[in-house]
T-cell receptor, first 116, second 108 residues
Framework: GAVVSQHPSWVICKSGTSVKIECRSLDFQATTMFWYRQFPKQSLMLMAT?????????EQGVEKDKFLINHASLTLSTLTVTSAHPEDSSFYIC????????????FGSGTRLTVV | RKEVEQDPGPFNVPEGATVAFNCTYS??????FFWYRQDCRKEPKLLMSVYSSGNEDGRFTAQLNRASQYISLLIRDSKLSDSATYLCVGNNFNKFYFGSGTKLNVKP
């Protein structure tokens, strides 16, 4: 089945630093990837839709200058949390939509970010 | 109002029990629906799609009621391994909206 690899799986960083999270589709091309955030005991919240070769589309309330998304190739999207603060600590998950014969929506394994 | 709403639970049931979850959605234009399962500190994994005609996969049955705008998941003969959080998901133009999840605890 479709595989989406997300890296790193967990990261601890200091306040004020930036963290980059990678999301790769391993065996298919993904023109569209999605980034979600999940706080403890809450549902996944869509942050942004990442489009290959164009600007990401951000959901209301998500700061595009803080959460930088780059989708430079058909298999890689990156999310950079800039100037991280403790309130950014969360579980970040990417997903990719496969639009070929094996249509489906697959999640990466998630990145647990802790900002200290 | 949230796009998708579901009872957070927890539902505590003994092994072998039958348990059902409901989920309501607010956008009548939502095109498709899914149930995902999420284990603690893991990513969600697709459990099954939900069709208007209803669909069954082993011990799991999912149904969609467009008139009342809800979907359901029925689990028969619960196993300890069914303990997880079950997420109801609606899809509208390739945007997926997640419910907050219903936690199921199956006890021996």
């Amino acid at each position: 089945g479709a595989v989406v690899s997300q890296h790193p799986s967990w990261v601890i960083c200091k306040s004020g630093t930036s963290v980059k999270i990678e999301c790769r589709s391993l065996d298919f091309q993904a023109t569209t990837m999605f980034w979600y955030r999940q706080f403890p005991k809450q549902s996944l919240m869509l942050m942004a839709t990442s489009n290959e070769g164009s600007k990401a589309t951000y959901e209301q309330g998500v700061e595009k200058d803080k959460f930088l998304i780059n989708h430079a190739s058909l298999t890689l999207s990156t999310l950079t949390v800039t100037s991280a603060h403790p309130e950014d600590s969360s579980f970040y998950i990417c997903s990719a939509l496969r639009q070929d014969a094996n249509y489906g929506y697959t999640f990466g394994s998630g990145t647990r970010l802790t900002v200290v | 109002r949230k796009e998708v709403e579901q009872d957070p639970g927890p539902f505590n049931v003994p092994e072998g029990a039958t348990v059902a979850f409901n989920c309501t959605y607010s956008n009548s234009a939502s095109q498709s629906f899914f149930w995902y399962r999420q284990d603690c500190r893991k990513e969600p994994k697709l459990l099954m799609s939900v069709y208007s005609s209803g669909n069954e996969d082993g011990r799991f049955t999912a149904q969609l009621n467009r008139a009342s705008q809800y979907i359901s998941l029925l689990i028969r003969d619960s196993k300890l391994s069914d303990s997880a959080t079950y997420l109801c998901v609606g899809n509208n133009f390739n945007k997926f909206y997640f419910g907050s999840g219903t936690k199921l605890n199956v006890k021996p």
